[in-house]
């Protein structure tokens, strides 16, 4: 089996996608798949890795960091030379026409659905605004262009299911992954007095990082010992810190390397992951992973990865979302612990890997749940 992983918006900074792009393409090449990854950069060039070629793909700069291929032709030459029997990739627009070269040229194509359409766009504005009908011509014309769609949760699906079956298009709900080894448990320091929250993630809107500062800053004015402490950069920090004003939240930035997320994520008390819009949620999972229970929104992908024993959950609103945070804190720290580490093993990428490669050999999956 020869898989190519394309991977078309990269920026500076490691995200969610970039992640399980990452474990992915190791499960295949650990299952004897050959693996290439297409991905855009400044220049042309070609690596040889252990994981596979990468192809860099020469791109313009989009905007707060990333790099976006608007020439898809360019990919089909790569993919021409490869020649692969699976193509993978998560871009909806700018490079669907790689997937209709894969339907003339008998190459299965998977697309790997990571976000709503017309939540992303109207959490990315501020507005409401993102016509319904577009959205719909959209899905419909993916559904025909692909061999299969995955998403990773129920509300994933959702945007997808109707126009699918019309189409005769598959739609697999696979969940992705948590490292299980580096996110763990680690010793704590001694108790604080102050109920300790987290949040990490890209600082941008269609994150809801806003949502998650306005939270504990309504718990300070509640009167409530509290700190937080923010892991990750974007184009909303400036935003954030003006939100936070006069609150015990820290913005620290990026955070270079896993096992030091890993180290402030198991620190905290409550992590929170509050986007109602995310279709998954990496960061629930690395947080649960760790032992610290999440306070999430009441709807949305990452809802469906907190039970009753690993969290709590709210309307997505500062109210709401800290009474949520109270009720928590409220519960016996070990057992909550513990049964957050418990959610976490539910997950691991070896099950995800698995299910992957059956769809790229064309087989049907089912769902996979923890």
């Known amino acids: 089996m020869r898989i190519a992983q394309l991977a078309n918006f990269v920026g500076a900074t490691s995200g969610g996608m970039r992640t399980a792009i990452e474990h992915l393409g190791r499960g295949y090449v650990d299952a004897g798949a050959d693996r290439l990854l297409v991905i855009p950069g400044p220049v042309d060039a070609v690596t040889s890795t252990d994981l596979g070629d990468v192809v860099q793909v020469r791109a313009p700069r ?19 030379r490869w020649q692969p029997t699976s193509v993978e990739w998560s871009d909806k627009l700018t490079l669907l026409p790689v997937a209709w070269w894969a339907r003339r040229n008998g190459v299965r194509s998977v697309l790997l659905s990571h976000e709503r359409m017309g939540d992303m766009f109207a959490m990315r504005s501020g507005f409401d605004t993102t016509s319904k009908v577009s959205i719909g011509l959209l ?29 005769g298009c598959p739609v697999e709900r696979v969940p992705l992954g948590v490292d299980l080894d580096t996110f763990r448990p680690v010793p704590r ?14 600082l941008s809107r269609e994150k809801s990082p806003h949502l998650a500062v306005a939270t ?22 400036d935003e954030l810190e003006a939100l936070a004003a006069g609150a015990p939240v820290h913005l620290h930035g990026y955070v270079d390397g896993r096992a030091a997320l890993r180290d402030r994520l198991a620190a905290a008390d409550v992590a929170l992951s509050v986007c109602p819009g995310e279709t998954f949620g990496l960061a629930v999972l690395e947080a649960l992973a760790c032992g610290t229970p999440v306070v999430t929104a009441d709807r949305g992908g990452a809802r469906e990865l907190v039970d009753a024993t690993s969290g709590d959950w709210g309307t997505p609103d500062p109210s709401s979302l800290a009474d949520a945070v109270l009720r928590l804190a409220a519960r ?15 997950f691991g990428w070896d099950r995800t890997v698995a299910r992957m490669l059956a769809l790229h050999a064309g087989d049907h999956v089912g769902v996979l749940t923890a």
């Open 62 to 80: 989009v905007g707060g960091g990333y790099r976006l291929i608007v020439e898809p032709w360019r990919v089909t030459e790569v993919l021409e």
């Open 139 to 167: 899905n419909r014309l993916l559904v025909r262009s692909f061999d299969t769609v995955v998403v990773t949760s129920r509300y994933a699906e959702d945007e997808f299911r109707s126009v699918a079956e019309a189409a």
């Open 189 to 202: 320091g001694a108790r604080s007095d102050e109920l300790r929250l987290v949040h990490a993630g890209r």
């Open 216 to 237: 504990a800053v309504e718990l300070h004015r509640r009167g409530v010992p509290v700190r937080m402490d923010v892991y990750g950069d974007g184009p909303h920090r």
């Open 332 to 346: 016996t720290e070990d057992v909550v612990r513990r049964a957050a580490r418990h959610r976490a093993e539910g």
